[in-house]
C-alpha cells in the first residue's frame, strides 16, 4: 500500500511563491518517478512537473518552465516542487503521484498512486 501526502498549498498574491511537499513514510521516494499534476474547476487533470527515478532527468509543462523547481530531499525522503512568480492561472488542486517505471512522463495513466491533493489558490 502506497500512501502519498502532499501537503504547502494555500492562499497567495499573483507573483509569490509556495513550496509544495510530497512525502511517504512506507516507501523511498527516491526509487521512484514522482511527478506532480493539477486540475482547475472545469478543466483536466495536466501534468506540471516530474523527476525521474533518483533524479536524473526532469520535465516541466511550458506553461511552469522557468517559474517552478521539482528537486528531492532524500534525507525527508520528500519531493518538492517550488513555485515562484505565481500566476491566478496556477490556481488548482496540485496532486503528487508516483510511477514505478525510470523516466518521467506528464501521462495520468502512468501513475498508479496518488496524493489527496493540496488546494493552491492564487489571488489578489
Known amino acids: 500500500q502506497v500512501h502519498l501526502v502532499d501537503s504547502g498549498g494555500g492562499l497567495v498574491q499573483p507573483g509569490g511563491s509556495l513550496r509544495l511537499s510530497c512525502a511517504a513514510s512506507d516507501l523511498f521516494l527516491d526509487y521512484y518517478v514522482i511527478g506532480w499534476f493539477r486540475q482547475a474547476p472545469g478543466k483536466e487533470r495536466e501534468g506540471v512537473s516530474c523527476v525521474s527515478s533518483s533524479g536524473g532527468s526532469t520535465y516541466y509543462a511550458d506553461s511552469v518552465k522557468g517559474r517552478f523547481t521539482i528537486s528531492r530531499d532524500n534525507t525527508k525522503n520528500t519531493v518538492y516542487l517550488q513555485m515562484n512568480s505565481l500566476k491566478p492561472e496556477d490556481t488548482a488542486v496540485y496532486h503528487c503521484?508516483?510511477?514505478?517505471?525510470?523516466?518521467?512522463?506528464?501521462?495520468?495513466?502512468?501513475?498508479?498512486?496518488w496524493g489527496q491533493g493540496t488546494q493552491v489558490t492564487v489571488s489578489s
Open positions: 503521484a508516483l510511477d514505478q517505471g525510470t523516466y518521467c512522463s506528464d501521462n495520468v495513466w502512468e501513475y498508479p498512486y
